[in-house]
């Protein structure tokens, strides 16, 4: 003890760091110098591009059978369409590659999905419905990439619209027997579904919803051009824990759907794509004693009186035939206007198409983006070209197009007969048709002048004459005063070449089922 | 501005007849149409570029009872420069207030650009006879306002009694001279998307310079359909006759971003012609600082407080 305070020990006080730098004197945001924005001299909206860091995308993909990926024996190279960008490798898919899911899917059916009771097929899809709404931006952003569609579109339809789809259905899985009483209905057992390139995810969901729901297993062919976001649905399907075998999806072009279509295991086949290749499946089905249903083109008469709301029907023949850039099977490609309209509609719509903004598809202002294929954009190409010369009058905004990428400019064709290619012939691009009547029996009388019979669309403020078309227009659904409105509880098909079954709503379970009676 | 004004095609007067059968607007698709113009993403430099002119054609507007010279001499000086820590951000382009507080308000913005607008007419109810409502008129003028913000007489607009509407209109619209006309439908208080357009084409008829949705005082005031409606209107006055017919935004928008919407909404329907206080206006309070905090953020990466802007 001793020392005291003089004692005590010194506080050892370290040397200053000679690394550390003066601090920095603490500046004020009002003071700190102000980023001079260049202000345009008019009003360009700046771009707005989605993010494309929330989807990983493989380089190489196989095809899932049985809860597993298939090393694919041959592969081909799936694209961006706004840009030809390469996004991967997927399986080109054999009579091989066929066969193994078919016999997974049965597996998977006998082994105890059929019996499995239907409140509980109903979690597995409510699961699935949920995670689709949990992933639904790492989905759109794909489906936008893959597909061409705009990030607006498919975040705020396509991607809903699928999980709505899968929640309608699970609440149909328990309740098979109140859907239709005194019929016994048991699942059909194996499905094999070709899906085109349109709608790729929503396509996918209005299939494997219902057939699930029913009790049946599928094997599902995504679109040659649109594969991705069916094989990113195999990480929802891990994530749902569905038991290996109820879904499986092989990759390819046509060649791996008329595989699907031929092989004897499959029970049904359900097909959404062209009249043409529907008719070839057909045929091929004929006495083979598997059941079919067909969701095939149309060419929708959008029909305006001169009581319609004007410009609000301007917005509906826009939303009719510019939304997806027009691969819709029920576009409004055929414009009917009253004559006594003629002109003040055709001047606002030509105004309004000058509002519309082609680009790219990861932009949240785009409006309309890229064609899906060069296929497609050459299809499109050729039937402008056939209505230039059969002496339509074309119209086309003033828009740049980018040079790289597949597209094409929202167009109008005014001056139209009946008899030209244009108004027969489904174009499935942003090209719209336009032609006159004079009174509601010659509006009919037109519109169902065709071989289609998908949808239609009429815009008038009269009630008692929206219920007196729907009546007599020969499509399968009719809209009125609005255009390519969808519900899952809606069922939704065609009259005539447009095909046959319906898909969605009760009606929608009906395709895969056996029924006693 | 002062001239005959032209009608619309099919729009001859007398109105009571013909006036229900103008006009079918359909609600679902307006409100879609003015829903998918709200999704427009505005960034970087096109949202300074719109900022800015939202500053440039706000009406700054004071309308209360309790409003006093001093109340109305601080806004003034708010609406001469908006913020004083950045000279770039541009005066507004009216300072709107009932016809009492005109003078002091005329006061202390003599030298600059900017306007003074009476509300008159029996503002906001327009409930009086219409004598009174030209004296109203008179005296707002008398007092030094340069513009006129009047009400329709709504009562008579829902009886169908149109012929009285659009006469006291006229009548408004002369006893204004050469002043500006801005015409408030109110539509809130008209019920359907049909009648705001009957009484945008009627108010316009009779000679309207400006287009006006709403006095502020109720709700639903000015709704991006009700918007989208009015501007329809007024682009089919301009195509099938050539005539400008101003419209103004009015109540219920606060924040930036809602007046951002309203301008995309006049950028896509009317044109780019239209983005000028001559052609729009935005009547608003507390909207401004809102702007000046989104320009704040723009030009140096952050929010400030709302202690950093003025409150007048």
């Not at chain 1, 390519?484 to 089922?513: M, V």
Request: aromatic share 8%.
């Amino acid at each position: 003890m001793g020392g005291g305070f003089g004692e005590r020990a010194r506080l050892q006080v370290p040397a200053p760091r000679s690394d550390l730098s003066e601090p920095e004197p603490v500046v004020s945001e009002l003071d700190k110098p102000k980023r001079d924005l260049e202000v345009p001299g008019d009003w360009t909206y700046a771009s707005a591009p989605e993010s494309r860091d929330i989807v990983r995308i493989a380089e190489r993909y196989g095809h899932f059978v049985g809860g597993e990926w298939l090393e694919p024996a041959e592969t081909y190279e799936t694209i961006a369409p706004r840009d030809e960008e390469p996004l991967a490798a997927v399986g080109q898919g054999t009579r091989a590659d066929v066969d193994c899911a078919v016999a997974a899917a049965r597996a998977a059916y006998a082994d105890g999905w059929s019996s499995l009771s239907g409140s509980e097929r109903a979690k597995y899809l409510f699961r699935i419905a949920r995670l689709l709404q949990e992933r639904s931006r790492e989905f759109a952003v794909l489906e936008s990439l893959n597909g061409g569609k705009p990030i607006k579109e498919s975040r705020d339809v396509d991607l809903p619209l699928a999980a709505a789809h899968f929640f309608y259905y699970a609440g149909w899985a328990d309740k098979l027997e109140y859907a239709f009483p005194n019929r016994r209905p048991r699942p059909v057992g194996v499905a094999g579904q070709i899906i085109p390139w349109n709608f790729p995810l929503l396509m996918l969901a209005w299939k494997v919803a219902p057939a699930l729901a029913c009790g049946n297993t599928v094997v599902l062919k995504p679109a040659e051009t649109t594969p991705l976001s069916a094989l990113l649905f195999c990480d929802v399907l891990r994530q749902a824990e569905l038991p290996p075998g109820v879904v499986n999806i092989v990759t390819g072009d046509g060649r791996t759907g008329a595989a699907l279509v031929e092989h004897d295991g499959v029970d049904k086949i359900a097909f959404t794509g062209s009249t043409e290749v529907g008719k070839g499946i057909q045929r091929r089905l004929a006495g083979s004693g598997k059941r079919l249903t067909l969701e095939l083109g149309g060419k929708a008469a959008n029909i305006v009186f001169d009581d319609a709301a004007l410009d609000q029907a301007v917005e509906g023949i826009v939303n009719g035939i510019y939304f997806n850039q027009g691969h819709v099977c029920c576009a409004g490609s055929r414009l009917f206007v009253q004559e006594s309209i003629y002109e003040p509609l055709v001047a606002k719509l030509q105004r309004r198409l000058s509002t519309l903004r082609v680009g790219d598809p990861l932009d949240k202002n785009t409006d309309i983006g890229a064609i899906n294929s060069a296929a497609q954009l050459e299809k499109i190409r050729e039937l402008v070209a056939s209505g230039e010369q059969e002496g339509a009058e074309i119209y086309q905004p003033p828009c740049t197009l980018p040079e790289k990428g597949y597209w094409f400019a929202p167009t109008v064709f005014t001056n139209v007969a009946q008899s030209y290619r244009i108004a027969q012939e489904e174009i499935f691009g942003p090209v719209l048709s336009v032609l006159t009547f004079r009174t509601p029996e010659e509006a009919i009388e037109k519109a169902n002048n065709t071989p289609y019979g998908l949808s239609a669309g009429v815009w008038t403020e009269k009630g008692s004459r929206i219920l007196w078309m729907a009546q007599r227009l020969r499509a399968g659904v009719v809209w009125a005063n609005t255009y390519n409105r969808f519900d899952p509880s809606s069922p939704f098909g065609g009259y005539k070449e447009s095909g046959f079954g319906r898909e969605g709503g009760r009606h929608g379970l009906e395709p895969y089922l056996e029924f006693d009676r | 501005m002062a001239q005959a004004p032209a009608l619309p095609a099919g729009f001859e007067l007398p109105l009571e007849a013909r006036l229900p059968r103008i006009g079918a607007v359909d609600a679902v698709a307006l409100e879609e149409r003015a829903a998918s113009l709200a999704k427009r993403s505005i960034k970087r430099e096109a949202k300074v570029w719109a900022l800015l002119l939202a500053i440039r054609t706000t009406d700054l507007t004071t309308l209360e009872g309790a409003d006093t010279p001093g109340k109305a001499a601080a806004l003034a000086s708010k609406a001469r420069r908006p913020d004083p820590s950045d000279a770039s951000v541009p005066p507004v382009a009216a300072v709107c207030v009932y016809p009492n507080l005109v003078p002091a308000v005329r006061e202390r913005l003599a030298g600059s650009d900017v306007k003074v607008a009476a509300v008159a007419t029996g503002f906001p109810s327009g409930q009086y006879p219409t004598a009174v409502k030209l004296a109203d008129v008179r005296s707002a003028l008398e007092l030094g306002a340069d513009e006129i913000d009047m009400v329709i007489d709504r009562g008579a607009f829902l009886s169908g009694r149109y012929a009285k509407v659009y006469d006291e209109v006229a009548q408004v619209k002369e006893a204004c001279g050469g002043a500006h006309l801005k015409v408030i439908l109110e539509t809130g208080e008209l019920g359907t998307y049909d009648n705001v357009r009957r009484a945008t084409l009627l108010a316009i008829a009779a000679g309207a310079d400006f287009v006006k949705t709403s006095t502020g005082k109720i709700a639903p005031a000015a709704t991006l359909p009700v918007a989208l409606c009015m501007l329809e209107a007024i682009r089919d006055v301009y195509e099938e006759t050539g005539r400008r017919v101003g419209f103004k935004a009015a109540g219920g928008i606060r924040q930036a971003k809602q007046a951002v919407q309203h301008l995309v909404l006049v950028h896509e329907t009317l044109g780019p012609e239209w983005l000028t206080p001559e052609l729009y206006r935005l009547g608003a309070s507390s909207l401004v600082n809102d702007v000046l905090m989104q320009l704040r953020k723009e030009r140096t990466g952050a929010y400030q407080s709302p202690d950093y802007f003025t409150l007048d």
